[in-house]
């Protein structure tokens, strides 16, 4: 008799293990940084429409420039602001409040691989935008509501942002200007 | 008694013949429609049965003719959506995008070439301005100085004038506000193109041509089905997209994110920000079309 209650109780602490550790797992916060899954079902967006989850675009990093502390570790931060002799690709086009700013305003000196806000606080690189609304607020304000910015995606349902950085080269701003499709055909030239 | 000479039967023969040689002399103009679908009765008074038959009909012609797997749907509008649409007009920059997105999206013939949008150039000095816009610019880059872009296409107004005008009734506005056309209906009077203030529809004077390679064969009966020589078709927001929860083709284009869309009646959605928060304006507002398309300057 004591045997088989000895027996229940295991069983029963067992149960007890997995059902939390089932719990456990389902509470996991989803990585909202990925392109995959935000863009999935259609028209349950209505039910799930989440304000907190922003899903964006990876931060377009040009070829093997990431991690930078594949090279930074080994070098002495300096943060005496000067004319870099390195990332020419960068300091020639740089044209972003240059006047008053330069890398270490947005770049962490001794953790390169983070942004760092005003405040210290250090930011990775998905979160960017957060870095870019310490200035353009309402830029940052807008492009959460989706007016700012682009959305794809779902009108109802799950959307994909494209981060600031995606159209602004965050180095250089502005837009250039780019070359327009080809104009529609003039009445005249459709007549055969 | 002399029997009457009977002679109901030949003239019968007579009527009836000639009525076959109009009937089938008018068929011949048509090129591709067959018997069945010249004597298919208005979209809305199909029956569930006939709709599903003259799509199986239809999807089987366009996999014979394009040599690809179509579909084509008859999705009805959903309960609770109407769709409205903003374009930032401080943000386009004329790149035409849009325009060809559009084209590819909804199977408009390439040749004679039919666009739904059409952006027009206008002079920043002197603002919108119709008579001095121009639709064929073409420097090597855009935008130019001194000027800014109004990209055209249908506005789905709520108080529509081309489904007014429609002798026939082949146009009409959706529950979700997107006014469509059945072109099988349309019998290709352009009434409504000379009633849109916007010139927004466009009639195919010629047979359409679309390369097989460029075809889509995601379609909705009411939009972006492949359409006839000799009838009158317009932008639909992209029906077949839009009624499946995405954005119209030239929303997700468009390289500057100047294109809006999303359901007016969500308070929580992106058009009703606009709405409420940034300056609205409407083109051609004093002819009370009621456009649901919005233009705004979201700086």
Same mark, same amino acid.
Request: glycine letters at 6%; one cysteine or more; proline letters at 7%.
């Given at each position: 008799?004591?045997?088989?209650?000895?027996?229940?109780?295991?069983?029963?602490?067992?149960?007890?293990?997995?059902?939390?550790?089932?719990?456990?797992?389902?509470?996991?916060?989803?990585?909202?940084?990925?392109?995959?899954?935000?863009?999935?079902?259609?028209?349950?967006?209505?039910?799930?429409?989440?304000?907190?989850?922003?899903?964006?675009?990876?931060?377009?990093?040009?070829?093997?420039?990431?991690?930078?502390?594949?090279?930074?570790?080994?070098?002495?931060?300096?943060?005496?602001?000067?004319?870099?002799?390195?990332?020419?690709?960068?300091?020639?086009? $740089?044209?972003?409040?240059?006047?008053?700013?330069?890398?270490?305003?947005?770049?962490?000196?001794?953790?390169?691989?983070?942004?760092?806000?005003?405040?210290?606080?250090?930011?990775? $690189?998905?979160?960017?935008?957060?870095?870019?609304?310490?200035?353009?607020?309402?830029?940052?304000?807008?492009?959460?509501?989706?007016?700012?910015?682009?959305?794809?995606?779902?009108?109802?349902?799950?959307?994909?942002?494209?981060?600031?950085?995606?159209?602004?080269?965050?180095?250089?701003?502005?837009?250039?200007?780019?070359?327009?499709?080809?104009?529609? $055909?003039?009445?005249?030239?459709?007549?055969? | 008694?002399?029997?009457?000479?009977?002679?109901?039967?030949?003239?019968?023969?007579?009527?009836?013949?000639?009525?076959?040689?109009?009937?089938?002399?008018?068929?011949?103009?048509?090129?591709?429609?067959?018997?069945?679908?010249?004597?298919?009765?208005?979209?809305?008074?199909?029956?569930?049965?006939?709709?599903?038959?003259?799509?199986?009909?239809?999807?089987?012609?366009?996999?014979?003719?394009?040599?690809?797997?179509?579909?084509?749907?008859?999705?009805?509008?959903?309960?609770?959506?109407?769709?409205?649409?903003?374009?930032?007009?401080?943000?386009?920059?004329?790149?035409?995008?849009?325009?060809?997105?559009?084209?590819?999206?909804?199977?408009?013939?390439?040749?004679?070439?039919?666009?739904?949008?059409?952006?027009?150039?206008?002079?920043?000095?002197?603002?919108?301005?119709?008579?001095?816009?121009?639709?064929?610019?073409?420097?090597?880059?855009?935008?130019?100085?001194?000027?800014?872009?109004?990209?055209?296409?249908?506005?789905?107004?709520?108080?529509?004038?081309?489904?007014?005008?429609?002798?026939?009734?082949?146009?009409?506005?959706?529950?979700?506000?997107?006014?469509?056309?059945?072109?099988?209906?349309?019998?290709?009077?352009?009434?409504?193109?000379?009633?849109?203030?916007?010139?927004?529809?466009?009639?195919?004077?010629?047979?359409?041509?679309?390369?097989?390679?460029?075809?889509?064969?995601?379609?909705?009966?009411?939009?972006?089905?492949?359409?006839?020589?000799?009838?009158?078709?317009?932008?639909?927001?992209?029906?077949?997209?839009?009624?499946?929860?995405?954005?119209?083709?030239?929303?997700?284009?468009?390289?500057?994110?100047?294109?809006?869309?999303?359901?007016?009646?969500?308070?929580?959605?992106?058009?009703?920000?606009?709405?409420?928060?940034?300056?609205?304006?409407?083109?051609?507002?004093?002819?009370?079309?009621?456009?649901?398309?919005?233009?705004?300057?979201?700086?």
């Amino acid at each position: 008799m004591k045997d088989i209650f000895k027996t229940l109780f295991k069983i029963h602490s067992l149960l007890f293990l997995s059902v939390s550790i089932i719990i456990i797992s389902c509470n996991d916060t989803p990585e909202v940084y990925n392109l995959g899954q935000t863009v999935t079902s259609p028209l349950e967006g209505a039910a799930n429409k989440s304000h907190e989850e922003i899903a964006v675009s990876p931060p377009p990093f040009s070829d093997g420039i990431f991690p930078c502390n594949d090279c930074h570790a080994f070098q002495k931060p300096n943060p005496v602001r000067r004319t870099l002799t390195w990332h020419e690709d960068i300091t020639e086009i $740089f044209n972003h409040d240059s006047k008053n700013r330069w890398c270490l305003d947005c770049h962490d000196l001794n953790n390169r691989d983070s942004l760092r806000l005003a405040s210290g606080k250090l930011l990775d $690189f998905k979160e960017s935008y957060k870095l870019c609304g310490q200035c353009h607020g309402d830029k940052l304000r807008d492009w959460k509501v989706g007016v700012h910015g682009k959305r794809t995606g779902y009108w109802n349902g799950p959307k994909q942002y494209y981060l600031c950085v995606s159209c602004h080269n965050p180095h250089s701003p502005k837009f250039k200007p780019i070359k327009p499709e080809p104009p529609p $055909f003039r009445e005249d030239e459709q007549i055969k | 008694m002399k029997k009457p000479v009977n002679y109901s039967g030949r003239r019968k023969f007579l009527k009836n013949l000639s009525l076959f040689a109009v009937g089938s002399l008018a068929l011949s103009g048509c090129g591709q429609v067959t018997m069945k679908e010249f004597l298919q009765k208005n979209f809305r008074t199909l029956s569930k049965k006939e709709k599903d038959d003259i799509i199986k009909a239809l999807e089987k012609k366009y996999t014979a003719k394009y040599g690809k797997e179509f579909h084509v749907t008859d999705e009805p509008a959903a309960d609770g959506v109407e769709f409205g649409y903003a374009l930032d007009l401080s943000r386009c920059i004329g790149c035409r995008r849009c325009v060809y997105a559009c084209v590819k999206e909804n199977n408009q013939s390439r040749d004679p070439q039919i666009q739904y949008i059409q952006v027009l150039q206008m002079e920043k000095e002197k603002g919108i301005d119709f008579a001095h816009s121009d639709v064929h610019y073409n420097p090597e880059l855009v935008p130019e100085e001194g000027y800014f872009y109004v990209p055209v296409q249908c506005q789905q107004c709520r108080n529509p004038q081309c489904t007014e005008v429609c002798p026939v009734k082949a146009t009409w506005q959706e529950p979700d506000g997107v006014v469509v056309v059945d072109y099988n209906w349309c019998i290709g009077c352009r009434y409504c193109m000379a009633a849109c203030p916007y010139g927004a529809r466009h009639f195919n004077w010629g047979e359409p041509y679309i390369p097989a390679a460029e075809i889509n064969p995601e379609t909705h009966y009411l939009g972006n089905r492949p359409r006839m020589k000799g009838v009158v078709e317009k932008c639909t927001f992209c029906i077949k997209r839009v009624r499946d929860g995405k954005y119209p083709a030239c929303v997700e284009i468009c390289p500057v994110g100047a294109r809006k869309f999303g359901n007016l009646l969500d308070p929580e959605s992106e058009i009703r920000y606009i709405l409420a928060n940034k300056r609205v304006l409407v083109l051609k507002q004093e002819l009370n079309t009621q456009p649901r398309f919005y233009y705004f300057f979201g700086v």
